[in-house]
């Protein structure tokens, strides 16, 4: 058993170039998509001091994360049965405010 991490930046809701508020202003301006840069970068290299290391993708979450996990089973010559093969098991967290939502 193991743990992949993974994080993604969400470009149908927060970081694409076309998402804006119900105000109209960009939800993730030059400044914010710095910090989190920053500290996505800060975070790979916090886990693979730890022995681990961090996945980045970009896009909606539902792809990435999909795409990953395909990727994971066909390594694994798509075997999913009781016999050892790879069982995927995807736990996502949210870290969102409202206004990101809306």
Known sequence: NGVLPVFV???TRIYGSN???PTGCQK???????????????????????????VVGVGSPEDVLARIATAAIGTNGGNTD?????HVRIVCQEEVCSEELA
Do not use: M, Y
């Open 28 to 54: 993730c301006g030059p400044r914010r998509a710095q910090f989190v840069i920053e500290a996505v970068k800060d975070l790979r290299e916090t886990l693979h001091k730890r022995g681990s290391g961090l």
């Open 82 to 86: 009781n016999d050892g093969g790879i």
């Open 9 to 11: 930046f969400d470009t």
């Open 19 to 21: 998402v804006t508020s």
